[in-house]
């Protein structure tokens, strides 16, 4: 697959996205987004770190504009699995786009570095940090009409 789909609320249960992307789980090995049954954490954190030494481009299933509520759950108290692959993103260097699709993670040249446990020792899922990570760069004075 020559993307990988990233979304809230287990994007891989959407019958359209499965249908045309793909799952991986148990029986399929081939597919944009992860939906192993049982899921499981570490699972999910090897699917996107194959993602990440697979140099694959990253695409956001959500809202232009995501909210602090997609990223923290204030009933847990602890980030959002959408957080952490996002911040599993910004550790190994992924550049934000923002086109007319939505919102595109870019990996680096080399992101090879990126291992379990300098993602378990660097990880930061900070609701704010992620935000300013994805915010649309503002137009610059440069291009502004006179």
Known sequence: MPVILIGPD???????????FG?????????????DKPWTLIGNDAFMLGAVHAQKPVHLV?????????????????PTILAREISI??????????????VVFTPPKDSSQLT??????????????LLKYLEQPKASDDFKES
């Open 10 to 20: 287990r994007i891989c249960d959407r019958n359209d996205l499965a249908k045309n």
């Open 23 to 35: 799952v991986i789980n148990g029986d399929a090995i081939d597919g944009a987004m992860f939906g």
């Open 62 to 78: 959500a809202a232009r504009q995501l909210s602090r509520a997609q990223l923290w759950n204030s009933k847990r108290h602890c």
């Open 89 to 102: 993103l910004k550790l190994a260097g992924y550049q934000v786009e923002h086109t007319v699709d939505g």
């Open 116 to 129: 379990f446990s300098t993602l378990f020792k660097d990880l930061e899922a900070s609701p704010e940090s």
